[in-house]
């Protein structure tokens, strides 16, 4: 069973390698950091049991309140709300941070559900900050094991 992710390639969420893309084409390049390819997007791992497909999304510092999922098309849609950069931006100014590595941007994140998911069962949880969203498969998906006398 294949779930297949419709983000963009991992390349273009790398801030240094879309940098470098756009070296030799200035006229692309006018303000990097607003281009939708530098958005950050988190990681993700998927596996699957014979029962179900179970997404793991790197999520730290964003509560539950914050995260929100939606299946519309066969598309599950992974969306933050609520994540202000700006408060970020005033609280660093309170606190006089010497020095800021990471910051907490809204995102998205799509993957195309197969026909052979139930999309009325999928179960979320969020803890230390990996978000675990398992998708049950449909009966007739689920692999029959028995056993064959041989006679």
Sequence with gaps: MKLVNVNRPAYYNNPVDALLKDFFNPKTATDRYEKEELKYTPSANVFETDTDITLELLVPGYSKDQIKLSVENNI???ESEGVEPKADEKE?????????????????KKFRLSEKLNQDQIKAEANNGVLRITIAKKEEAVPVKRQIEIG
């Design 92 to 108: 660093a100014e309170e606190l006089r941070y010497s020095r800021i590595e990471f910051e907490k941007k809204n995102f998205e």
């Design 76 to 78: 599950l849609l992974i």
